[in-house]
Nanobody, 117 residues
Framework: QVQLVESGGGLVQAGGSLRLSCAASGRTFSTDRIGWFRQAPGKEREFVASIWWTSRITSYADSVKGRFTISRDNAKNTVYLQMNNLKPEDTAVYVC??????????WGQGTQVTVSS
């Protein structure tokens, strides 16, 4: 099995920064991609960013391009999401997920990010 644990969330003022971490443990070999998603109250979960484990190719939602950066540390089995110039609309629970094959198979519990105006 695989366990994903997020950390780094918190309360920050608009314009501030946070760095989220997603630590993977267990059977982490054969990881294809790690993604970050978020869900705000009353809204559906949405894609934020992803990184392919081998190639390090990244993808971002248009709403976060230029502000968020996803990266990974293979030695630590950890993926980071650096979030700069945060906006109140970034407030959500952020969850990381691991993809093997065509679907995200494993999900973490999430970490709350709250951006005050």
């Amino acid at each position: 099995q695989v366990q994903l644990v997020e950390s780094g969330g918190g309360l920050v003022q608009a314009g501030g920064s946070l760095r989220l971490s997603c630590a993977a443990s267990g059977r982490t070999f054969s990881t294809d991609r790690i993604g970050w998603f978020r869900q705000a109250p009353g809204k559906e979960r949405e894609f934020v960013a992803s990184i392919w484990w081998t190639s390090r190719i990244t993808s971002y939602a248009d709403s976060v391009k230029g502000r968020f950066t996803i990266s990974r540390d293979n030695a630590k089995n950890t993926v980071y999401l650096q979030m700069n110039n945060l906006k109140p609309e970034d407030t959500a629970v952020y969850v990381c997920a691991m993809q093997r094959g065509s679907a995200y198979n494993y999900w973490g519990q999430g970490t709350q990010v709250t951006v005050s105006s």
